[in-house]
Structures are given as C-alpha cells and as structure tokens.
C-alpha cells in the first residue's frame, strides 16, 4: 500500500512538473515576442501547447477509466469558472500589436502593409495559474467519483488553458510566416505558406473550443433559469479571442490570395462586432474597450480588399449584394447569445 502511494505521489509530480514547464514556455514566449524574436517564441508555445495537451489527455484518459469523465458537465461550479474567466481580461498583453491610429475607409495607399491589421496581443497566463494547475492534477488523480463538482471544475479550467495555448501558437506562428514573406521581399512564399496553414489550424481550433465552451454555459444557465445579463460578462475576454482569430483569419487568406474567404471573415467580424457592441456595450466594459478597434479592423480589411480586386464590376455587384445581405441581417432579431461566436469554415491554405 505503501508502495502504491508512492508511485501515485510521484506520477503526481511529474504531472505537476510537466505543467509547471508548460505555463514556464508560455511565459519564456511572451518575452521572446517583447524582444521581437519570433521564431524563438514560436518554439517556446509549441513547447507549451504540447506539454498542456499532454497532461490534459492523462487527466482525460484517467477520468475515463474510472468512468467518471462523461458526468462531470452535470455538476460545473459555474461560479468558480466565471470569475476565472472574467480574470482573463487581466491575461492578454496589449502593448505588443501597433496603432491602428485613424483607420478610414479609403485613406491608405494601395501597397501599403496590411500588418496594422493583425490582432497581435498574446495572452500570459499570470502566476496564480501555477498553484490553480498544480491543485488540478491532484484534484484529478485524488477526487472520488462522487466528487464531481470539483472534476468538473478541473476539466473546464484544463479546456480553458488549452485555448491560451492554441492561440498563442496560432498567433506566434502567423507571425512567423510574416516574418518569412519579409525576408523573402513579398509574394508567395511556400515556407509561409505551410506557417500560415498551421496559424489557421490553431486559429480554428480556438474558436471551436470556445464556441463549445459559452454554448454549454448557455445550456447550464437556461437549465437553471438563470437570465441574468451578468452572468455573461464572463464571455467577454473568450468573445475577444474568438474575434481575434477570426480577424487573422482574414489576414491569412488575404496573404494567401484567397481573396474571397478574407472578405468573408472581415464581413463577418464587421457584423458580429456590430451585434456584440449592441448587445453588451452597458454590460462587459472589457469588450466595450475592444470592440472598436476589430469594428476598424474590418472595415479596413474590407477597403483594402476592394481595392486589391481594382473595383472590377463582378466584385462591385458581390460586394454590393453581400452588403444588402448585411444590412438585412441587422435588421432581423440577434439570435442567441453563443450564436455571436463565429463558426468559420476551413482556413487552411490549399
């Protein structure tokens, strides 16, 4: 018995210690991105995404075999995870992307970069998180099937820091690939073109994450009755990580000439911010803050498109119709909170 314990201690340590040095690389990332060295950074959010995941699936797997992991969303401690979540606004660092400044339609030059337009604010994950993580592998490993309030808690917060990780590795390495077309002097790059792809993979992969995530929150809430517009201000810093992705999103079609599915994703920015800033303005002063700045964003990603397609007629007449569509959709009645979250298609880069 005694022996058993022991494995059991240090096979909790080591989890502990692989998370540890996961949260470390994050942080190590960050200060890679102040330097301005990109390809190091990019290294160090694999390395952190990769250590995360690995201990999230040894958690999950041993969740599973004492069949305790498919009744855990039963029993969420939606309390704990909203304040966690509200800290995030605390969590992205915001002087790494550059002014946009007075961003009109129309008023920048042709060839200028489109760089300005990129969400470029990674997220650190702060201190505390280290004794939060550690508390959770012994959590896992300890808790009883009977305790499912406190697995419960563990599973969303592992989902939640795993979203961190694939969007500061989806953004590292978009970075990345932007730094390859600058050394290359322009034009299409294979080597950025593979970095772009991956950037889109992880993009995507953020966003279905937190799509996931505030739906079954809305699903809990209404299986409470609970309507109270407080408890969604928790989404606002998931909402701006969702916004973020779908605004590079647009980038990297755009540098990948997929000039069509860039328009698509500005527009839908243009549309959802639209949306969001009515629906949360009085509500979630964080997202009040930013929503401005993706609703510049994607205007000037549309302007520049326009002009990237020379006004051809066939374009007008697209844009035009797609503009009505947009102005109809206005119009309608906003459809369910989780529905704001957008659920782009394929960004890979063919």
């Given at each position: 018995m005694t022996s058993q314990r022991q494995?059991?201690?240090?096979?909790?340590?080591?989890?502990?210690?692989?998370?540890?040095?996961?949260?470390?690389?994050?942080?190590?990332?960050?200060?890679?991105?102040h330097a301005n060295n990109v390809a190091r950074a990019l290294t160090h959010f694999s390395i952190a995404f990769r250590k995360h995941d690995k201990v999230k699936s040894i958690l999950v797997a041993k969740m599973e075999r004492t069949g305790r992991?498919?009744?855990t969303n039963r029993s969420i401690d939606t309390t704990v995870i909203n304040a966690i979540e509200r800290d995030m606004?605390?969590?992205?660092?915001?002087?790494l992307s550059p002014t946009l400044g007075n961003l009109e339609e129309g008023t920048?030059?042709?060839n200028k970069p489109t760089e300005a337009l990129i969400c470029r604010e990674p997220i650190l994950l702060p201190l505390a998180i280290d004794t939060l993580a550690s508390n959770i592998v012994t959590t896992v490993c300890n808790t009883t099937s009977q305790q499912l309030s406190e697995l419960s808690l563990a599973v969303s917060i592992m989902e939640l820091l795993t979203t961190c990780h694939a969007y500061n590795l989806g953004l590292a390495t978009h970075l990345y690939g932007l730094?390859?077309?600058?050394?290359?002097?322009?034009?299409?790059n294979s080597d950025?073109?593979?970095?772009?792809?991956?950037a889109g993979k992880s993009y995507e992969f953020t966003m279905r994450q937190l799509r996931s995530r505030i739906k079954e929150h809305e699903r809990h809430r209404n299986n409470n009755n609970n309507n109270n517009i407080s408890s969604q201000i928790s989404y606002g810093p998931q909402l701006i990580v969702v916004l973020g992705c779908l605004n590079n999103l647009a980038d990297l079609y755009q540098k990948t000439n997929q000039l069509a599915r860039s328009r698509r994703c500005y527009k839908q920015l243009k549309t959802t911010t639209e949306r969001l800033y009515n629906f949360l303005q009085e509500n979630n002063p964080f997202v009040r803050?930013?929503?401005?700045?993706f609703l510049t964003r994607s205007r000037e990603g549309l302007s520049r498109l326009r002009r990237t397609s020379n006004s051809s007629e066939s374009s007008s007449d697209e844009m035009t119709s797609d503009d009505d569509r947009e102005s109809s959709s206005r119009r309608t009645p906003s459809p369910p909170f989780s529905q704001y979250v957008s659920n782009s298609s394929s960004a890979g880069a063919a």
């Open positions: 494995d059991k201690e240090r096979i909790i340590l080591r989890l502990q210690e692989t998370l540890s040095a996961a949260l470390q690389s994050n942080r190590s990332g960050i200060e890679c991105l992991l498919a009744i606004a605390d969590w992205f660092v915001r002087d920048e030059e042709e730094e390859i077309l600058s050394t290359a002097g322009g034009g299409q950025a073109r593979i970095h772009f792809n991956r803050i930013n929503l401005p700045l």
